[in-house]
């Protein structure tokens, strides 16, 4: 390239023979083109390389996991096994002996409520308002009466309530 400068400088004529150019270049092309694909497949193996590493890290940290699940998991089916052996017809039967002093409070205390209910006239009571509220014609009558027999009833319950509360502290410790 330094000759043809030099001869142009001097005021020669230059000729240039077009396949000799066309040759050139296309060699030199050639070979950028290979130094580009080789540089390319460098840098494609070292992410393919970096990516692999990668992936079986992830994949040793996946499959450490699913061990310890399934460890895990072992021990749980242990615990189910040793406690199908350890519930019996014996250990159900001292279950439902423990439970029969809870029912027996439960049965008294049904009855008591059942007698106070009775004796304070709940049933009869809820039974006027009910054809009370059947009676009633405008819907503002109804609202007052339907108000009213539901504050009463909420009133009853929160009182057993509140009496269950008290007996049940009375007794915590027997």
Do not use: C
């Amino acid at each position: 390239m330094a000759e043809v400068q030099a001869e142009v400088r001097k005021g020669h004529v230059v000729r240039l023979d077009e396949e000799k150019v066309a040759a050139r270049l296309s060699r030199n092309l050639d070979q950028s083109l290979r130094d580009l694909d080789s540089r390319m497949e460098t840098a494609l193996a070292a992410q393919e390389a970096r990516l692999e590493g990668i992936g079986q890290a992830r994949a040793a940290a996946v499959a450490a996991e699913l061990t310890e699940a399934a460890r895990r998991l072992e021990r749980a089916e242990d615990r189910v096994r040793s406690l199908q052996r350890a519930i019996t017809w014996q250990g159900v039967g001292r279950v439902a002996l423990a439970l029969v002093p809870f029912a027996v409070v439960g049965l008294v205390l049904a009855g008591t409520l059942g007698l106070l209910g009775t004796a304070f006239g709940v049933g009869p009571l809820l039974g006027w308002a009910w054809s009370s509220f059947e009676a009633a014609t405008a819907w503002w009558a109804k609202a007052l009466i339907a108000a009213g027999a539901l504050g009463g009833a909420s009133l009853a319950v929160w009182l057993v309530a509140r009496l269950g509360r008290k007996v049940s502290d009375a007794y915590r410790g027997w």
